[in-house]
Each structure stands twice: as C-alpha cells, then as structure tokens.
T-cell receptor, first 113, second 109 residues
Framework: NAGVTQTPKFQVLKTGQSMTLQCAQD?????MSWYRQDPGMGLRLIHY???????DQGEVPNGYNVSRSTTEDFPLRLLSAAPSQTSVYFC????????????FGEGSWLTVV | QKEVEQDPGPLSVPEGAIVSLNCTYS??????FMWYRQYSRKGPELLMY????GNKEDGRFTAQVDKSSKYISLFIRDSQPSDSATYLC?????????FGKGNQVVVIP
C-alpha cells in the first residue's frame, strides 16, 4: 500500500539551482497538492490540482511551478532555488477537492545554501 | 483574527494523563473538522474527523466540536509515550481547507 510517494527525501541545493520534487499517488485521487511546513508557520499551500491538466496557485506559489499530466503524478519544480525555500515539503492527495480524507507523503527535506 | 488558531505548545504530560488540545476558528463556512497526528520527520496522518457539533470517540481519542463557539477539541485518555507527536487541527468548508499550526505533545514515561 504505497499511498503518496515523494522523492527525494533529502536534498541540498545551491542558490540558483533548479530541481524537481516528485510526487506520485496510487489511489486514483483527483485532488493533489503541495505544502511547505516551516517552524511557527504551519502548513502552507503552494499549488494544487483538481485533476489531470488542471493546476492552480495556493497561498505561497512564488518560485514554484507544477504540472499535472497524469492523475498519478504531481511534480513540484523549483525554478531558481533561494535560501528562503529551505523547508520541508509535503505532497498530499484526496479523492476530491472537498474530501476529508487527505493523505500526505512522508515529506522532502530541502536545504538551499 | 487568524482563520484557525492553535496553541503550538509544547505540552508535556506524564504517562497515563489526559491530553487536551484545542483549536478555535473564525470561518463559519467550515463544516468538516479533522485532527492529524505528525510524528517527527514524518508526514501528517489523519487521526479523526467529524462533521457536526458533538463528540466522536475512537478508542482513547475523543474529538469534540462546538460550532456555536467555533471551538474544537481533541482529548487523549490514558496517554502513552507513543502518543508523543505534533497534533494539527484542520477544517474544511466552502472549498476552503485550513490547518492549525500544530501542537507538540510529549508524554513522559
């Protein structure tokens, strides 16, 4: 029972580098989202998708891009990493946008130096 | 006023004690109320969810919702060291989902 799978788990980047955080779910969920979690800030929504081909911005979208070419995958791209993007990133999915059962991945710890 | 307020703690209790956690909210559109548990270096996992005002029990856990006061609570009875984690409240309604900042709980053996 894989659920929501995120890779990599840990990554160190230099300022200005780009990278992609991968997220895949095997539950055929329509709704997927990316959060970042910082001390004292809680979970903040970066981008979300209500289905393949549809994405939208969340609360803190600047510096991040997403795409949703399939139901299963929802990668998050950092275009030009900045130290302010040092954080823990969580991918989440749920059967629908209004669903109450939200499943989170294990997290990706990103450090930008 | 923030949409969801949750005291971050930390909260330390001896094993066997009752843990009481709560959140307040301001958005009347919230209809679904959830509690997530997050262990260190792990993703949040759904613990309980409720729809209406009142109590819901699941083993040692009780979720309580008071919509008139915009106040939700989570009680953990007979707390165990394995309950040591961060607990996040979450609320959903009118296509809006909001999380509390999380409350760290430490159960001391």
């Amino acid at each position: 029972n894989a659920g929501v799978t995120q890779t990599p788990k840990f990554q160190v980047l230099k300022t200005g580098q780009s990278m992609t955080l991968q997220c895949a779910q095997d539950m055929n969920h329509e709704y997927m989202s990316w959060y970042r979690q910082d001390p004292g800030m809680g979970l903040r929504l970066i981008h979300y998708s209500v289905g393949a081909g549809i994405t939208d911005q969340g609360e803190v979208p600047n510096g991040y891009n997403v795409s949703r070419s399939t139901t299963e995958d929802f990668p998050l791209r950092l275009l030009s990493a900045a130290p302010s993007q040092t954080s823990v990133y969580f991918c989440a999915s749920s059967p629908s946008a209004g669903g109450n059962t939200i499943y989170f991945g294990e997290g990706s710890w990103l450090t930008v130096v | 006023q923030k949409e969801v307020e949750q005291d971050p703690g930390p909260l330390s209790v001896p094993e066997g004690a009752i843990v009481s956690l709560n959140c307040t909210y301001s958005n009347s559109a919230f209809q679904y109320f959830m509690w997530y548990r997050q262990y260190s270096r792990k993703g949040p996992e759904l613990l309980m969810y409720t729809y209406s005002s009142g109590n819901k029990e699941d083993g040692r856990f009780t979720a309580q919702v008071d919509k008139s006061s915009k106040y939700i609570s989570l009680f953990i009875r007979d707390s165990q060291p394995s309950d040591s984690a961060t607990y996040l409240c979450a609320m959903r309604g009118n296509n809006r989902l909001a999380f509390g900042k999380g409350n760290q709980v430490v159960v001391i053996p």
